[in-house]
């Protein structure tokens, strides 16, 4: 059974930095294409960031030069490192694991940038 669980979500003031963590269970990760997503009140889900499985990366326009995410095969763990927080960086992010025609979805962490 595929498990995402994500933290390190929190309020953090504009400029600040935060890092999420993603830790999956019940399927290899080291396949899996793994992913951040977020979703601000109103609006669609929306892709922030992917790392393949050789560790490629992709990132939204958005985000670009200022997020950063990372892969530990070893812990199952996927990161997001977010700097130059904006208050349009407000949202639930959510972890995602892809491959072999499947899509989990971790249950998602607040991140509120506020003065």
């Known amino acids: 059974q595929v498990q995402l669980v994500e933290s390190g979500g929190g309020l953090v003031q504009p400029g600040g930095s935060l890092r999420l963590s993603c830790v999956a269970s019940g399927f290899t990760f080291s396949n899996y294409t793994m992913g951040w997503y977020r979703q601000a009140p109103g609006k669609q889900r929306e892709l922030v960031a992917t790392?393949?499985?050789?560790?490629?990366?992709y990132y939204a326009d958005s985000v670009k030069g200022r997020f950063t995410i990372s892969r530990d095969n070893a812990k199952n763990t996927v990161y997001l490192r977010m700097n130059s927080l904006k208050p349009e960086d407000t949202a639930v992010y959510y972890c995602?694991?892809?491959?072999?025609?499947?899509?989990?979805w971790g249950q998602g962490t607040q991140v509120t940038v506020s003065s």
């Open positions: 790392i393949g499985t050789s560790g490629g990366t």
């Open positions: 995602n694991a892809n491959g072999y025609g499947s899509n989990s």
